[in-house]
């Protein structure tokens, strides 16, 4: 049971550059979600999702995309990179209903991303 | 908005006990997490409170305070593995009640 896969595990990009952060989950969860962390912070949540086609925006959206075309599947895009998108991303997933408050979140390996 | 938060930093020995704290003020309350990560790994979890009172789960229990908007995180029985960061996550009500808000951690580091 592979659980959450990001991939890939690091990345380097030049400034304006885009690329996808890819993540799958096999546990049949419906509810999506990416987080960026860095130092001295809290976990912060970038884009979640609740179901496949269902999209939303966390607390910092600015600079990402996303979409959720399968249960599985839910890919980041930095649009066009910026120095301060450097961070550690981690996508997260879990199978909590809107009525179900206990469902921990299962937490990908993390993708560490540098912007030069 | 939520506001969450823990100690940096704390120092404990082996086989001795270390409460984290974490205080919270939120808009609405659905849950407190405390999730464990060690360095370059992914978060993983701990526990969940939602009542006030005590979790108890093996070496470690948690404790929830609604009224007062605190929780801790009891370790016990130190070990080495113990070093980690430990982070407290809070569900508020906001308009969807699966966003979860984190403290930024607190990394405790056990000494023989």
């Known amino acids: 049971n592979a659980g959450v896969t990001q991939t890939p595990k690091f990345q380097v990009l030049k400034t304006g550059q885009s690329m996808t952060l890819q993540c799958a989950q096999d546990?049949?969860?419906?509810?999506m979600s990416w987080y960026r962390q860095d130092p001295g912070m809290g976990l912060r949540l970038i884009h979640y999702?609740?179901?496949?086609?269902?999209?939303d925006q966390g607390e910092v959206p600015n600079g990402y995309n996303v979409s959720r075309s399968t249960t599985e599947d839910f890919p980041l895009r930095l649009l066009s990179a910026a120095p301060s998108q450097t961070s550690v991303y981690f996508c997260?997933?879990?199978?909590?209903?809107?009525?179900?408050?206990?469902?921990?979140?299962?937490f990908g390996n993390g993708t560490r991303l540098t912007v030069t | 908005g939520q506001n969450i938060d823990q100690p940096t930093e704390m120092t404990a020995t082996e086989g001795a006990i270390v409460q984290i704290n974490c205080t919270y003020q939120?808009?609405?309350?659905?849950?407190l997490f405390w999730y464990q990560q060690h360095a370059g790994e992914a978060p993983t979890f701990l526990s969940y409170?939602?009542?006030?009172g005590l979790e108890e789960k093996g070496r470690f229990s948690s404790f929830l305070s609604r009224s007062k908007g605190y929780s801790y995180l009891l370790l016990k029985e130190l070990q080495m593995k113990d070093s980690a960061s430990y982070l407290c996550?809070?569900?508020?009500?906001?308009?969807?009640?699966?966003?979860?808000?984190f403290g930024a951690g607190t990394t405790v580091t056990v000494r023989a």
């Open positions: 999702s609740v179901g496949a086609g269902i999209t």
């Open positions: 546990m049949n969860h419906e509810y």
């Open positions: 996550a809070v569900r508020g009500t906001m308009r969807n009640d699966y966003k979860l808000s």
């Open positions: 409170n939602v009542l006030d």
């Open positions: 939120t808009s609405g309350f659905n849950g």
């Open positions: 997260a997933s879990s199978s909590d209903p809107p009525d179900s408050y206990n469902s921990p979140l299962h």
